[in-house]
């Protein structure tokens, strides 16, 4: 419940968000697959209301556990999932099972798959669930009453009893359908709003992986559980760690801090990990930003750094992929571009998502983002692969907001945040070698068409000037 199953030495889970099946299918094949990366959370796949507008939130009030949304239909489903394994990359799909859909400005309400329902009765014909399923009408006001927090209702959502063997029934019998359509795991939505107990019988019951499906057989299912924990609440999120890895919103909020210059510098970035707060390696899901903190939902707020902010992001993402805290997940935010917070994907005017086209520079078009296609973030998937299992050593703080590391004797990184040039002999930790940062450049023919590196017993010279970007990566495979 705490391993992605990623095929080899992959690294990092990409949420593509909002994006249909077949194109997850397709960017698996063409993309994602030969870049080394290991794994994609989809949005939520089970039927959700449709609200007027067609916000991106509507995703997250559940109508029905068919699998018809505007990703795709289970088909379409099924066929992402085998396509994906198939390139190498394992899927992971968004569970919404804390809540229901919220009655809407006409009722009947209606879903995806043409689901009726009628949220004010608690009635979800299509489920079926009725009132007797769900916890008695509350609002979360105080944070710091767990029984508050799990058992009344987030944002007016009704809120499902997971203590009742029936409603518990139909999550196992969702969660199992996924299993058999070869998902490898789960981001569960609003764990904080559950009660540990409850889960742990939901997720034992939870299938194994089977070797039909390409796994290990008999493995169990990864689990990333959202619980948003800034320390200052009653709800931890050590209540979620014997069940598997927990979101790390310090980690994101921290990030941000440290790359802003908002009362932390590179510095920080020494004791990384649970000397900052952050849980053991082994249970911590890292990311800079997701998909409701990028838009002010959620938590973290001005300090969170998304793809608006596109210099600091990639050094942001670029660092957190080049630290080992978080093992072979760290998630990366695939987005698409919006300005108003609740507004959804790409859609024409019948509210169908339009595909994301590919430029031959590789970027996405038609509204998409596609973080996950920036050079220098593919770059260090890559660097992460080769310096998996390496610590980091040789930190060296050469002046204010500039820094450099070794992860073992494989690769090695310089950060310059700062307005002046960097230009130190530090710690290379490298075997002695000419080498190509991979940031600036490449390595063609043996010949790097960017800043090289000169190691020599353990040392190197380097310089990043005030003017370029900012971050330098070498590694093993970068030597010319
Ligand atoms: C929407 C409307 C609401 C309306 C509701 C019902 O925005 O105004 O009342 O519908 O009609 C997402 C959106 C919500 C949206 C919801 C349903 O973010 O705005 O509501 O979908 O459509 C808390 C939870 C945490 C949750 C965040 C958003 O603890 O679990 O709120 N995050 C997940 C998802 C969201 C999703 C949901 C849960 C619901 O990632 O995308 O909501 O399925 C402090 C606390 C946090 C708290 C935070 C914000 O930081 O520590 O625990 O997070 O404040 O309240
Ligand atoms: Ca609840």
């Known amino acids: 419940q705490w391993d992605p199953h990623f095929i ?3 690294q990092g889970i990409v949420h593509l968000f909002e994006w249909k099946w077949l194109d997850i299918a397709d960017e698996c094949e063409t993309f994602l697959g030969p ?3 290991g794994g994609v959370q989809t949005s939520v796949a089970n039927e959700n209301v449709i609200i007027s507008g067609r916000p991106w939130y509507e995703r997250y009030q559940p109508m029905s556990f068919k699998l018809e949304t505007r990703s795709g239909n289970e088909k379409e489903f099924r066929e992402m ?21 919220a009655s809407q400005p006409s009722t009947p309400a209606i879903g995806t798959a043409g689901s009726e329902a009628y949220p004010s009765d608690r009635w979800y014909p299509a489920v079926p669930f009725n009132k007797s399923d769900f916890n008695t009408a509350c609002s979360i006001e105080n944070y710091n009453d767990p029984k508050q927090v799990r058992d009344c209702e987030l944002a007016g959502l009704p809120d499902l009893d997971q203590g009742r063997k029936d409603v518990r029934d ?5 969660l199992n359908h996924l299993i058999d359509l070869g998902v490898a795991g789960y981001r569960m939505d609003a764990c904080k709003h559950m009660w540990p107990k409850d889960l ?8 194994p992986l089977s070797k039909q499906n390409g796994f290990v057989q008999g493995s169990r299912p990864f689990f990333f559980q959202e619980v948003i924990d800034l320390g200052n609440e009653a709800v931890k999120r050590q209540e979620y760690i014997s069940l598997g890895t927990v979101t790390e919103f310090t980690y994101s909020t921290q990030i941000g801090m440290v790359f802003r210059k908002i009362e932390r510098d590179l510095s920080a970035l020494k004791n990384w990990g649970p000397p900052s707060g952050f849980l053991p390696s082994r ?7 997701n998909h409701d903190n990028q838009r002010g939902h959620g938590s973290g707020g001005d300090m969170i750094l ?6 600091l992001f990639i050094k942001a993402s670029a660092f957190m992929l080049a630290h080992p805290h978080g093992g072979n997940h760290p998630r990366l935010m695939s987005s698409f571009y919006f300005d108003d917070p609740s507004q959804g ?26 973080e996950h296609r920036w050079p220098e973030i593919v770059k260090m998937v890559k660097f992460r692969a080769i310096t998996d299992k390496t610590v980091v050593i040789g930190f060296t703080n050469i002046a204010k907001n500039q820094i450099s590391f070794c992860r073992g004797r494989k690769g090695f990184v310089a950060i310059n945040n700062s307005d002046q040039p960097l230009s130190a002999t530090v710690n290379a930790c490298l075997p002695n070698g000419v080498y190509c940062d991979v940031i600036s450049g490449d390595k063609v023919d043996g010949k790097c068409t960017g800043t090289s590196v000169n190691v020599r017993a353990g040392k190197a010279h380097i310089e990043i000037p005030s003017s370029s970007f900012g971050f330098l990566a070498i590694h093993l495979e970068s030597r010319l």
Request: glycine residues 6%; charged residues 25%; proline residues 3%.
């Open 306 to 311: 998304t793809y608006k902010d596109k210099d």
């Open 81 to 101: 999932v085998v396509r994906c394994r198939n390139a190498g990359i394992r899927i992971y799909v968004d569970v919404v099972v804390n809540h229901m859909a």
């Open 8 to 10: 080899g030495n992959r």
């Open 283 to 289: 249970y911590s899901f890292v990311f800079v930003c």
């Open 35 to 37: 870049n080394n990366f």
């Open 170 to 174: 139909k999550i196992i019998e969702y």
């Open 200 to 207: 742990r019988v939901i997720y034992s019951r939870v299938k």
């Open 345 to 370: 994907p790409p859609q024409n005017s019948n509210g169908d998502i339009i595909s994301r086209e590919i430029e031959s520079n590789g970027t996405c078009s038609n509204g998409w983002v596609c």
